[in-house]
């Protein structure tokens, strides 16, 4: 379930010679500066400590000023060495957007001071609403290279904690080995690298959730709300490897399954495509789909691994399109487990547990969509905002909207239309406009939410669509390919010459596998 809806923004400004934080782009350090002269008087003096190649001397008995020794040629190397990396430190803009949960804030704070493993970044804290900036105080001094490295332990923090992270630092700090941030990491998005860090994604819930618009059909109805808060509670408590809780639905919840269920089954055989006819026919064969019980989670998940290796976490509402589509590249759906509200079986503003069990999972026993759904997320992670637009756009008109060929007779398998009544007999009408599916032309195409769309996309087969796909994720600005490794679930970044022939040769040892295997077939033929 995914939403693209744009975060609030802010960003970072550093000034590790004068030791002034602030969170603004509006804001002006130096101006802060001017208008406080005590920090002016410790700035001083930790811009003097600041050069610890070279220490000042006590006032001057002749005429009462400081100055300096005179300094030895490595000395002066030396000197402008930690100078000229200080100064890429200085004013090194980083920016990120907070995830849209109330304790935001506090755990960028707590990045922020944990990456100094002190409470000294935040001793002095005050926030204004009006600008809304935070400023954090007084800071103690720190030598060059120690400042490289709390910038980089504050980047990694951040990168981890936020929505939306990126900083401007491809210097490498000399003298601090193991602290150089690469360029094709800060520009890219944080994302991530094994299954278990999706932990971090999919709490970050965007809308609905517990709280329900005005226009949601259930939003007067307290009990319904109150079931909504026990679905939430599940989801926000579920990490990577548990079992997904089961739920005892109500006889009201029951009931409108039934009701979706029965309704939709009518259509399928005229209307859904073969691999989701034989796929729902499986899951009603194992005693997991039938009119009177809803699914539970952890049983579809299980026999979805057994398949295609998709499996299921639960989610308490919409989540950003970054982050759903993250998910997918690790093959795990993000997928709610509570139901419409029974006042309009036929309707519902957000996707619920019958669009995700009716619409998405039995596509996603089918191992050539669901290496297709795999494409689109692999293609997201580290993609610009841009990027992720158009690819959300892509998603939308394939994996939920989307139409193919099978025997010269157009076929649903979009997910949005499988657990549409109402829409998937309008888009099989032939009154509606059919184009071929291709990615450039998907992405220029408005996504409609609330009414029927203006266009559907057909593909006459699932890998055409995932070769499209794979084309245009090549034309990603990204400095770095990714590739999935089902023996660890997690994604290997690609951008080294290195890390290419540690690939090639794991490769070259399944094509052996799969060369002998050749030739004992042909030669019992």
């Known amino acids: 379930?995914?939403?693209?809806?744009?975060?609030?923004?802010?960003?970072?400004?550093?000034?590790?010679?004068?030791?002034?934080?602030?969170?603004?782009?509006?804001?002006?350090?130096?101006?802060?500066?001017?208008?406080?002269?005590?920090?002016?008087?410790?700035?001083?003096?930790?811009?003097?400590?600041?050069?610890?190649?070279v220490k000042l001397k006590c006032v001057d008995e002749d005429d009462g000023v400081p100055h300096r020794p005179v300094m030895t040629v490595e000395e002066k190397r030396k000197h402008f060495r930690r100078m000229q990396s200080m100064g890429s430190l200085c004013n090194t803009p980083v920016m990120f957007s907070l995830t849209n949960q109330v304790t935001s804030v506090a755990r960028a704070l707590k990045a922020m001071k944990d990456s100094d493993g002190s409470d000294t970044l935040t001793?002095?804290?005050?926030?204004?609403?009006?600008?809304?900036?935070?400023?954090?105080?007084?800071?103690?001094?720190?030598?060059?290279?120690?400042?490289?490295?709390?910038?980089?332990?504050?980047?990694?923090?951040?990168?981890?904690?936020?929505?939306?992270?990126?900083?401007?630092?491809?210097?490498?700090?000399?003298?601090?080995?193991?602290?150089?941030?690469?360029?094709?990491?800060?520009?890219?998005?944080?994302?991530?690298?094994?299954?278990?860090?999706?932990?971090?994604?999919?709490?970050?819930?965007?809308?609905?959730?517990?709280?329900?618009?005005?226009?949601?059909?259930?939003?007067?109805?307290?009990?319904?709300?109150?079931?909504?808060?026990?679905f939430a509670d599940i989801a926000y408590k579920y990490k990577h490897g548990e079992i997904i809780p089961r739920v005892e639905y109500t006889e009201e919840e029951t009931n409108t399954w039934c009701r979706v269920f029965s309704e939709l089954v009518a259509l399928y055989p005229k209307y859904a495509c073969k691999e989701y006819l034989q796929n729902l026919q499986h899951l009603r064969d194992e005693g997991l789909y039938c009119r009177s019980?809803?699914?539970?989670?952890?049983?579809?998940?299980?026999?979805?691994?057994?398949?295609?290796?998709?499996?299921?976490?639960?989610?308490?509402?919409?989540?950003?399109?970054?982050?759903?589509?993250?998910?997918?590249?690790?093959?795990?759906?993000?997928c709610t487990q509570y139901i419409r509200h029974s006042s309009d079986p036929f309707y519902t503003p957000e996707p619920d547990c019958c669009h995700e069990l009716m619409g998405h999972v039995p596509m996603f026993a089918d191992k050539h969509f669901a290496q297709f759904s795999q494409e689109i997320g692999l293609a997201s992670l580290g993609a610009s905002d841009e990027d992720i637009e158009n690819l959300s756009a892509c998603y939308f008109f394939s994996i939920e909207f989307g139409l193919c060929k099978q025997n010269g007779v157009t076929k649903v398998y979009g997910a949005g239309l499988m657990s549409s009544i109402s829409e998937l007999k309008y888009a099989m009408t032939g009154d509606c406009t059919i184009k071929p599916f291709t990615p450039e032309v998907a992405i220029q195409q408005e996504c409609r939410i609330t009414t029927f769309q203006d266009a559907y996309f057909i593909t006459p087969t699932f890998d055409e669509a995932k070769n499209q796909m794979r084309e245009y994720a090549g034309k990603i600005q990204r400095p770095f390919t990714v590739r999935y490794d089902p023996y660890s679930q997690s994604v290997e970044v690609l951008s080294s010459v290195d890390e290419m022939c540690s690939m090639i040769g794991g490769l070259k040892d399944d094509l052996g596998l799969l060369t002998q295997a050749l030739v004992k077939i042909q030669s019992l033929q």
Not at 16 to 23: A, G, R, V
């Open 123 to 230: 001793r002095r804290l005050r926030s204004s609403s009006k600008d809304r900036c935070l400023y954090c105080g007084e800071h103690e001094k720190m030598e060059s290279e120690d400042s490289s490295k709390l910038l980089h332990r504050l980047v990694l923090r951040l990168q981890k904690q936020m929505d939306y992270m990126e900083a401007s630092l491809t210097h490498e700090f000399e003298g601090s080995p193991g602290c150089e941030v690469s360029e094709k990491y800060v520009e890219s998005r944080w994302f991530p690298r094994k299954i278990s860090e999706l932990d971090m994604c999919t709490n970050r819930v965007l809308t609905y959730g517990v709280a329900l618009d005005a226009d949601h059909p259930g939003f007067t109805d307290n009990q319904y709300r109150e079931r909504r808060k026990v």
């Open 1 to 53: 379930m995914c939403c693209n809806q744009p975060a609030q923004m802010f960003s970072k400004s550093f000034d590790l010679n004068e030791k002034t934080y602030i969170i603004d782009s509006k804001m002006d350090n130096t101006e802060t500066l001017k208008k406080n002269p005590q920090t002016q008087k410790l700035t001083m003096k930790r811009q003097a400590s600041a050069d610890s190649a």
């Open 293 to 334: 019980r809803i699914p539970q989670l952890e049983d579809v998940s299980k026999f979805l691994k057994e398949r295609t290796g998709f499996q299921i976490r639960p989610v308490a509402g919409y989540l950003s399109s970054r982050d759903f589509l993250a998910g997918l590249a690790f093959r795990t759906f993000a």
